[in-house]
């Protein structure tokens, strides 16, 4: 019976294209946040979501991925300057982030950047927003908080695959950067994503400040330095379960950590 559910949740990963977290742990981390919401943002987060879960927009700038568009704001030598969001980041080898969106005449990938933007506009304006942009935007940041917690959303100046290349596990084949963001996770904990947050969701307060200290970007590179370990894993290698296992806890840990600081971000700037 294990070995079938294992079989199943890889199926699942490889059925579409890999993105940040899969569904589940972009909601395992919107259920931890919403835990953790203050009164205040608990409400005004129900009156522009017409009552609806932050769990509900937990996927949806993977889910209508092609429909947002950003202006890049100049002519960039590698892409057109209208391009869809990016859902990665660059770092340096060291794990030291790239800041910005420019490299010369080269358009960088930089979803830290967008994420720090949406929560400062949002910050200031979501009181005269109109209603669909605050919709958008808080879409934007209860994902992208999550995607800069995961594994393999780093984009390494000496391997920026974001591991898009195709490995084995459970006798499968998974892609790499689909197992960092789901199966590591759901081969073990083959559950909703109530009960994963129920499981993770176990820090007191004065853990959880502490958890929450710093911004976007600190909290951007601390995974870059983590998670470095990810690039190990090489195109075509096999997984283990003993492997997988050994690395439960960091990608768990991250999870968590995103959920206490996805209800840090929103307590402050839905006031």
Not at 7 to 17: D, K, R, S
Request: proline fraction near 2%.
């Amino acid at each position: 019976m294990k070995r079938v559910l294992l079989l199943c949740a890889i199926a699942v990963m490889t059925a579409g294209n890999a993105f940040g977290w899969g569904r589940m742990g972009h909601a395992s981390i919107a259920k931890i946040a919403e835990t953790h919401l203050s009164k205040k943002a608990s409400q005004t987060i129900s009156k522009y979501l017409n009552g609806e879960s932050i769990i509900a927009y937990a996927s949806y700038p993977d889910d209508y991925r092609q429909e947002h568009f950003i202006d890049v704001g100049f002519e960039p030598s590698n892409s057109t300057r209208i391009t869809v969001w990016g859902h990665s980041f660059q770092a340096n080898a060291d794990g030291s982030l790239f800041y910005g969106e420019r490299k010369g005449n080269e358009y960088v990938k930089n979803c830290v950047w967008r994420l720090e933007e949406v929560i400062n506009r949002f910050e200031k304006e979501h009181k005269t927003m109109t209603d669909s942009a605050r919709v958008v935007s808080l879409a934007f940041i209860v994902h992208l908080v999550g995607d800069i917690h995961c594994p393999r959303h780093v984009r390494y100046a000496d391997e920026p695959t974001s591991g898009g290349y195709m490995n084995t596990y459970g006798g499968q084949p998974i892609k790499n950067h689909s197992f960092w963001d789901t199966a590591c996770l759901v081969s073990f904990h083959p559950w909703g994503y109530s009960d994963i947050a129920a499981l993770l969701d176990r820090c007191d307060k004065k853990e959880i400040a502490k958890i929450c200290e710093g911004n976007v970007y600190t909290w951007a590179e601390e995974n870059a330095r983590g998670s470095r370990f990810t690039i190990e894993v090489k195109e075509g290698d096999v997984i283990t379960r003993a492997y997988a296992r050994d690395h439960l806890a960091y990608v768990e840990g991250q999870i968590r950590n995103a959920g206490y600081r996805l209800a840090s971000v929103l307590n402050r700037i839905c006031k």
